[in-house]
């Protein structure tokens, strides 16, 4: 009985010391301002590796509507993406180093047929933020206002 006491106290150890901080680190807090003015904010997890970046939103079949996925890329420059294997439509924005948005996708589509369509920012892009469906237009989210980072 007592060295199942044990293995439980571990455990719970384990998750709260190991797997519980990984998790929570993987959100961050993104905040969409325009004119200075702040207009809306999300919760976001980040994708700052290869695999990561790769994975995406593939796969997932909902997203609360303040939440979304952010993209962090190591060299800034033109990036391409496509939607093989998204359920979900999105609003894909794509910000500079600076933090401002410079080209926005509303409501992109998931690939149904190849080749999938890509979307495409040739400017200098940083990040790249991916949204529910309708949010710029549900809070006038547009180019040129300004996308603040928390740990950026």
Same mark, same amino acid.
């Given at each position: ?45 980040? %994708? ?13 079949? %909902? ?44 409501? %992109? ?23 529910? %469906? ?19």
């Amino acid at each position: 009985m007592l060295k199942n006491k044990h293995i439980i106290i571990i455990l719970v150890i384990f998750l709260f010391r190991i797997i519980l901080p990984n998790y929570l680190s993987a959100f961050e807090e993104v905040k969409i301002s325009s004119n200075g003015k702040e207009v809306c904010k999300y919760t976001v997890e980040i %994708a700052d590796d290869h695999r990561e970046r790769v994975k995406g939103l593939k796969g997932r079949k %909902a997203m609360l509507e303040n939440r979304g996925m952010l993209f962090i890329f190591d060299k800034i420059g033109p990036k391409s993406f496509w939607m093989k294997d998204t359920y979900l439509s999105l609003d894909i924005l794509f910000i500079n180093e600076k933090g401002e948005i410079e080209r926005i996708y509303r409501r %992109a589509e998931p690939c149904k047929t190849e080749p999938c369509p890509e979307y495409i920012a040739p400017e200098d892009i940083k990040f790249v933020l991916e949204l529910s %469906a309708g949010q710029c237009e549900k809070n006038n989210i547009n180019k040129g206002d300004s996308v603040l980072i928390s740990s950026v």
